[in-house]
């Protein structure tokens, strides 16, 4: 199942969930009244030693994660996963360029680039934002 849902860094989707206010992470809200947004998860792909077999995927604590209005360079947002991989960010809707900054305890992980994920009034999307080795 991994190998189809992580054919891209970020695969978005819509939940149909309460308001992102109630869910740890959102106190801040450039978001407005925090109804819409994204939540998700940062993962890590590990390959086996022998590059045989599949991949497993971990969660990654502490990756930062930006949001950054597309055709900006200016980040709106950056959240950072919680203990479990898991981040929230309550924003205004719009369409987001959405990036996962290098890992400060290994710089050899880094996501793909970055990805697009568009937000509409009251709507709370969910991504996957996926890790993996770098050549090097």
Known sequence: MFRRV???????GTLAVGP?????GFAQEPG?????????????????P???????????AGAVIDFAPLGTSRVAL????????NFA????P??????????ADNPRYRTS???VVRVRPGEVKTMYVLYTATNG
């Open 6 to 12: 992580f054919c891209w860094t970020i695969l978005a």
């Open 20 to 24: 992102l206010a109630l869910m740890p």
């Open 32 to 48: 407005g009244d925090g109804s819409s947004g994204v939540q998700g998860t940062v993962l890590l792909e590990q390959r086996p």
């Open 50 to 60: 022998s590059g045989r077999g599949r991949p497993t995927y971990v969660p990654v």
């Open 78 to 85: 950056r959240v950072q996963a919680d203990e479990e991989g």
């Open 89 to 92: 960010a309550p924003l205004a």
């Open 94 to 103: 719009g369409t987001y360029r959405v990036v996962g900054e290098p890992l």
């Open 113 to 115: 680039g970055w990805q």
